[in-house]
Each structure stands twice: as C-alpha cells, then as structure tokens.
C-alpha cells in the first residue's frame, strides 16, 4: 500500500510563495507519473500540475488556472514530488494533494494553502 504525506502549507498573504512536498511510501515510485490536486471547500478536487517519470523525461502539464505561476519538479531518489507556488491568489485557497497521476492510490491528507491578506 501506498502512503502519501504532503507538507508545506500555510496561510500566506496574495502575491507570496509557498513550497509543497510529498512523499511517498511503500510503493514503486519511480516509473508513476505523479500530480498535485487541490480541493477547495464545498467544490470538486482537480488537476493542478502532472509530472511524467524518467522515462518520458519528466514532462510536465498544468491547469491554465496556475500555469506560469506554479512548477512541479519531482526528486525519485527521496520518492519526493514538489509544487513550488509563486504569486499566489486567494482563488488558490484549497487543500492539496498529491497521487500519482491516475489518482488511484490512496490520498493522503493532504496540506492546507490559505491566501488572504
């Protein structure tokens, strides 16, 4: 069984950054692309940024909503994916998680980003 631990949230003011991680335990790394999803309250969770593994050289997609803003980048030997997040909105407000790009492994908990002033 998979576990995935995301880390790195915060409240932080519009226009600041935050730095998330997540790691994974238990499973095959690797060769998954993985994902960041959030889930703002009373709304659906959705796709935020996907990155490819190794063998289809790490590429990477974003929802147009955080594109230019947000990077996912992803450390195999520490089974570690991040999303750095510039200049952040108060429409980024969400919980975040991570999963393998399939979203059929087991969420975590996942890490609350609150943007206000």
């Known amino acids: 069984q998979v576990q995935l631990v995301e880390s790195g949230g915060g409240l932080v003011q519009p226009g600041g950054s935050l730095r998330l991680s997540c790691v994974a335990s238990g499973g095959i790394f690797d060769f998954n692309a993985m994902a960041w999803y959030r889930q703002p309250s009373g709304k659906e969770r959705e796709l935020v940024a996907s990155?490819?593994?190794?063998?289809?050289?790490?590429?990477?997609a974003y929802a147009d909503s955080v594109k230019g803003r947000f990077t996912i980048s992803r450390d195999d030997a520490r089974k570690t994916v991040y999303l750095q997040m510039n200049n952040l909105k108060p429409e980024d407000t969400a919980i975040y998680y991570c999963n393998r790009r399939t979203g059929d492994w087991n969420w975590g908990q996942g890490t609350q980003v609150i943007v206000s002033t």
């Open positions: 990155i490819g593994s190794v063998a289809t050289n790490g590429a990477t």
